[in-house]
């Protein structure tokens, strides 16, 4: 039956021919994903990529600690280094936190953070205010 309608010609073996070819696709697709897949699992880089990326979240969680108990001034520039290992919460060595935000936050505090955020956000509302057409819109 299917032959019959592929020597036919015309529509039904043009739709034919389309179906088959979004079928290999994505069987072909999800052949491709899961050889990717394994072999990223599998990999040096993508295990080690996966160690770095939690070492750093922990130490953005240490700072985070060391923030809270040190709120206003922090612990002072460059002091991350001397204090981390009173907090740390896993195994690391680090002379400073991964996290641009987490090291401000350590070295001078809470306050230092919100006015940076503030500097931020009011350079950005005159960026984007320039851009404006006549009448502000």
Request: positive net charge; proline residues 2%; contains cysteine.
């Amino acid at each position: 039956c299917l032959l019959a309608l592929l020597y036919t010609g015309g529509y039904y073996q043009e739709r034919l021919f389309l179906m088959a070819q979004r079928v290999y696709l994505h069987w072909f697709a999800l052949l491709a994903g899961g050889i990717g897949g394994v072999i990223l699992l599998f990999s040096q880089r993508f295990h080690s990529s996966l160690q770095s990326l939690a070492e750093r979240l922990v130490q953005i969680l240490d700072a985070l600690r060391i923030m809270a108990e040190h709120p206003l001034l922090g612990i002072g520039a460059g002091n991350w280094e001397r204090w981390y290992p009173y907090y740390q919460s896993a195994q690391y060595t680090s002379t400073v936190v991964h996290s641009g935000i987490a090291q401000m936050g350590v070295d001078a505090g809470v306050f230092a953070v919100a006015t940076a955020g503030v500097f931020v956000f009011f350079a950005w509302k005159r960026k984007s205010g320039s851009r404006a057409g006549p009448g502000g819109l």
